[in-house]
């Protein structure tokens, strides 16, 4: 670690002038970050410089953090990685590059654990007890679902694509936009499925309707699709009416387990992580049972590696607190096993798209905080500007770090 002292710089708290607490949280967290490979981080607080880490590497990140407030060592040690969410929404800490930070913090995952396994494991007993109590229930998952997907359509227009794909796009190139890269899902969603016109499609989780209003379009096929956000059932039946497909595309405001019927192909991107863990087993069941023998299924999934799986089902990250209450990434080989245990379906393909997903939410984050004042017009505030550049730039690192996933699971039903 190198120590250079520069001019001092304003911070609203330094070091020096709060209590011992945050001395002590700060000589803790320096200690661990003593500890960092992969890539260096500079920390600038208070007039001095220091860095941390494999400084200069070819193959490292360069990561800087600006200290703003010393109370963030005191919410890092007591909360985590929840902490560093909620000390950077409350504006202690602040950083060029946001998500490099993460991805660093992701490369040294084993060693920052000692941080979670301390004072922030106690601290977020709180979390898990609360998280418990929000079960995917039928009643449970509309409530998880409209704390989210209900904040506004406004809000959500502001950073997606014209036809508010909230999910992993596909790029062809690295050079395609976001536009592009959307519409290029669409379609290969449609060629996995071997989609034709007298085929009934249904789909799990409408999104906004983009899906169903592509593959009705261009496949010529019918569409039933359902949703539990009232704001997204709204959206995606003005949108059917608008394009002139109430005979092709059906949009229902009803639970996966409420379904009912036999269709000739299922659709379901990225709703999977909504369902749960504990009822994981019961909606691959629900998936067979809506298939006709010989249907086609697939299934686009954030996924986290199975080695981390059953840690990551006894804790709660920012994301589940903050973001998706409700959540829980499954990984690959849960959802295999689920399958097997409940179902008649095999899969017949996988695709990873974790970088995909990646460079989407490069796109939607600097759409986003293109021009906040758009979205403080809609009655958000800083704070909420700030947790949602967090939560992007999150998963953005989570996805190039490889700590979580995103994969497209083609299945048969025999």
Same mark, same amino acid.
């Given at each position: 670690?190198?120590?250079?002292?520069?001019?001092?710089?304003?911070?609203?708290?330094?070091?020096?002038?709060?209590?011992?607490?945050?001395?002590?949280?700060?000589?803790?967290?320096?200690?661990?970050?003593?500890?960092?490979?992969?890539?260096?981080?500079?920390?600038?607080?208070?007039?001095?410089?220091?860095?941390?880490?494999?400084?200069? #590497?070819?193959?490292?990140?360069?990561?800087?953090?600006?200290?703003?407030?010393?109370? =963030?060592?005191?919410?890092?040690?007591?909360?985590?990685?929840?902490?560093?969410?909620?000390?950077?929404?409350?504006?202690?800490?602040?950083?060029?590059?946001?998500?490099?930070?993460?991805?660093?913090?992701?490369?040294?995952?084993?060693?920052?654990?000692?941080?979670?396994?301390?004072?922030?494991?106690?601290?977020?007993?709180?979390?898990?007890?609360?998280?418990?109590?929000?079960?995917?229930?039928?009643?449970?998952?509309?409530?998880?679902?409209?704390?989210?997907?209900?904040?506004?359509?406004?809000?959500?227009?502001?950073?997606?694509?014209?036809? $508010?794909?909230?999910?992993? #796009?596909?790029?062809?190139?690295?050079?395609?936009?976001?536009?592009?890269?959307?519409? !290029?899902?669409?379609?290969?969603?449609?060629?996995?499925?071997?989609?034709?016109?007298?085929?009934?499609?249904?789909?799990?989780?409408?999104?906004?309707?983009?899906?169903?209003?592509?593959?009705?379009?261009?496949?010529?096929?019918?569409?039933?699709?359902?949703?539990?956000?009232?704001?997204?059932?709204?959206?995606?039946?003005?949108?059917?009416?608008?394009?002139?497909?109430?005979?092709?595309?059906?949009?229902?405001?009803?639970?996966?387990?409420?379904?009912?019927?036999?269709?000739?192909?299922?659709?379901?991107?990225?709703?999977?992580?909504?369902?749960?863990?504990?009822?994981?087993?019961?909606?691959?069941?629900?998936?067979?049972?809506?298939?006709?023998?010989?249907?086609?299924?697939?299934?686009?999934?954030?996924?986290?590696?199975?080695?981390?799986?059953?840690?990551?089902?006894?804790?709660?990250?920012?994301?589940?607190?903050?973001?998706?209450?409700?959540?829980?990434?499954?990984?690959?080989?849960?959802?295999?096993?689920?399958?097997?245990?409940?179902?008649?379906?095999?899969?017949? !393909?996988?695709?990873?798209?974790?970088?995909?997903?990646?460079?989407?939410?490069? !796109?939607?984050?600097?759409?986003?905080?293109?021009?906040?004042?758009?979205?403080?017009? =809609?009655?958000?505030?800083?704070?909420?500007?700030? $947790?949602?550049?967090?939560?992007?730039?999150?998963?953005?690192?989570?996805?190039?770090?490889?700590?979580?996933?995103? #994969?497209?699971?083609? $299945?048969?039903?025999?």
């Amino acid at each position: 670690m190198k120590i250079e002292t520069v001019p001092t710089e304003s911070v609203l708290a330094s070091t020096e002038t709060t209590g011992w607490w945050h001395r002590l949280a700060r000589r803790h967290v320096i200690t661990l970050l003593s500890s960092l490979k992969g890539g260096s981080l500079t920390l600038v607080e208070s007039g001095c410089i220091q860095r941390f880490g494999d400084y200069g #590497a070819s193959d490292g990140i360069d990561a800087r953090v600006r200290v703003l407030d010393a109370r =963030l060592y005191g919410m890092l040690l007591c909360r985590g990685s929840i902490g560093a969410g909620e000390a950077f929404m409350e504006g202690y800490w602040t950083s060029p590059d946001l998500t490099a930070v993460i991805r660093l913090l992701g490369r040294n995952l084993d060693s920052l654990a000692r941080m979670d396994a301390g004072f922030s494991r106690a601290g977020n007993w709180l979390q898990r007890l609360r998280h418990m109590v929000t079960p995917n229930t039928a009643r449970g998952a509309r409530r998880n679902i409209h704390a989210h997907y209900d904040l506004s359509n406004a809000l959500f227009a502001t950073f997606l694509d014209r036809r $508010m794909m909230y999910s992993s #796009a596909m790029f062809p190139d690295t050079r395609a936009d976001l536009e592009t890269a959307a519409v !290029h899902k669409l379609q290969r969603v449609g060629e996995k499925l071997d989609l034709r016109p007298t085929d009934h499609v249904i789909e799990i989780g409408t999104g906004w309707g983009g899906m169903a209003v592509y593959l009705a379009e261009h496949f010529g096929c019918r569409v039933t699709t359902t949703t539990i956000s009232e704001e997204q059932f709204r959206h995606a039946r003005a949108l059917v009416r608008e394009r002139g497909l109430c005979d092709r595309v059906t949009v229902l405001d009803q639970d996966y387990r409420d379904l009912t019927g036999q269709y000739d192909k299922l659709v379901s991107i990225e709703m999977i992580e909504a369902v749960g863990q504990r009822y994981l087993p019961r909606y691959l069941a629900q998936c067979d049972a809506l298939l006709k023998p010989g249907g086609s299924l697939l299934i686009q999934a954030i996924t986290i590696p199975e080695q981390r799986y059953r840690d990551a089902l006894g804790n709660v990250d920012f994301i589940q607190k903050y973001i998706f209450p409700g959540g829980s990434l499954p990984s690959v080989e849960a959802i295999l096993h689920a399958t097997g245990r409940s179902s008649r379906l095999q899969l017949k !393909h996988l695709e990873d798209i974790g970088r995909d997903y990646a460079l989407t939410l490069k !796109h939607w984050r600097d759409r986003f905080l293109r021009d906040p004042a758009r979205i403080r017009a =809609l009655g958000f505030d800083d704070r909420f500007i700030r $947790m949602w550049h967090f939560y992007l730039s999150y998963c953005e690192g989570g996805f190039l770090e490889e700590a979580i996933g995103t #994969a497209q699971l083609l $299945m048969r039903k025999v």
